[in-house]
């Protein structure tokens, strides 16, 4: 009886609807948000979803994994943005597109800087891997090859700049929020816009 009683215990619990994986994650990213990451459990964030805590271990076995589920959803949400507002450029403008691109990364970074900074609060200047696999850059490597592709841009390493264009853009949204000014993002993205314009058309003059 005693081996049958664990057998039971073990058994895995029903998987979560969808539905409900949404609402923890709806939950998790407003309880985050207000109370810092370490001040908030499982239960905390099944409760505020309305679902038992065994829901919320069901789903997601750790804060962390619920943390990287929000993190997966932020840079897909983020990325779906960019790529709706590019599919709305006119075919083969490669310049509109990298100025929508622009536009719409300095958008999507200061409408969210709350959120950004709650699902990254744990990421390291140093983590080299994410500048590997970063489907943001993946975006702009595809951009600026079919750019050159088309003859519009030079640029000898496609990878390396789209490193350094993302780099840039981040680390110049990351300057305006440092401020505590407002921003006025007419003239961040224009700068930015105007530095990679250059940069990529630079080499044409060799």
């Known amino acids: 009886m005693t081996t049958l009683r664990s057998s039971a215990l073990a058994v895995p619990p029903p998987p979560v609807p969808p539905a409900a994986a949404t609402a923890l994650m709806d939950a998790a990213e407003r309880l985050f948000i207000e109370r810092g990451v370490e001040r908030v459990g499982l239960a905390d964030v099944a409760a505020a979803a309305g679902l038992p805590p065994r829901a919320a271990r069901a789903h997601y076995a750790s804060r962390e994994r619920l943390l990287q589920a929000l993190q997966d959803r932020f840079v897909s949400d983020y990325c779906a943005h960019l790529d709706a507002a590019m599919a709305r450029c006119p075919p083969g403008d490669w ?3 990298l100025r929508t691109f622009v ?5 999507g970074y200061l409408d969210h800087v709350a959120l950004h900074d709650v699902v990254f609060h744990d990421q390291r200047s140093h983590d080299r891997q994410a500048w590997q696999d970063n489907p943001v850059i993946e975006r702009l490597v ?3 090859e079919g750019g050159i592709a088309a003859r519009v841009w030079v640029a000898p390493d496609p990878r390396l700049t789209a490193v350094i264009f993302f780099t840039a853009m981040h680390s110049a949204v990351d300057r305006v929020i440092a401020s505590g000014e ?3 993002r007419q003239r961040l993205s224009q700068t ?4 990679f314009e250059r940069s990529v058309q630079w ?3 060799f």
């Open 142 to 144: 595809e951009l600026l």
């Open 103 to 107: 536009r719409t990364g300095v958008d």
């Open 182 to 184: 407002p921003a006025d």
């Open 192 to 195: 930015l816009i105007g530095y």
């Open 203 to 205: 080499w044409t003059r």
């Open 95 to 97: 310049s509109a597109r």
